[in-house]
């Protein structure tokens, strides 16, 4: 499985920006789509996820309320709404897969797959 981030750039505090993650290759082995973070300095952190048929998202709690994520089947692609974003956003975002149906909300090492990255740069 092969996955391909995009969307991420710089915002003022309060602005939106939406991620998208196109996946290819054996898609229908993986269960679950996930967004993850890494801050300068941090540790990868969940953000969201959902699977490719449920209704309804995970989200960190850090994000409830800003972040929206979404999907869309036919064409294997999976999108974050930001909404409201904060200085402390400002990371490497991460789009990831994993075959399991549990760990939806990670650790990161419960998913199999991983995209290349793309950065989100808020300031204040």
Same mark, same amino acid.
């Given at each position: &499985?092969?996955? #391909?981030?995009?969307?991420? /750039?710089? &915002?003022? !505090? /309060? %602005?939106? +920006?939406?991620?998208? @993650? $196109? $996946?290819?290759?054996?898609? +229908? ?8 973070? #890494?801050?300068? %300095?941090?540790?990868?952190?969940? =953000? ?11 989200? !960190? *709690? ?11 089947? !036919? ?5 974050? #709404? ?9 990371? =490497?975002?991460? @789009?990831? $897969?994993?075959? *399991?149906?549990?760990?939806? &909300? /990670?650790? !990161?090492?419960?998913? *199999?797959?991983?995209? #290349?990255?793309?950065?989100?740069? &808020?300031?204040?």
């Amino acid at each position: &499985v092969q996955l #391909q981030a995009s969307g991420g /750039g710089l &915002v003022q !505090a /309060g %602005g939106s +920006l939406r991620l998208s @993650c $196109a $996946a290819s290759g054996r898609t +229908l082995s993986v269960y679950k789509m996930g967004w993850f973070r #890494q801050a300068p %300095g941090k540790e990868r952190e969940f =953000v969201a996820a959902m699977s490719w048929s449920a209704a309804s998202a995970y989200y !960190a *709690d850090s994000v409830k309320g800003r972040f929206t994520m979404s999907r869309d089947n !036919a064409k294997n692609t999976m999108y974050l #709404q930001m909404n409201s974003l904060k200085p402390e956003d400002t990371a =490497v975002y991460y @789009c990831a $897969a994993g075959r *399991d149906r549990i760990n939806m &909300v /990670g650790p !990161a090492n419960k998913y *199999d797959y991983w995209g #290349q990255g793309t950065q989100v740069t &808020v300031s204040s």
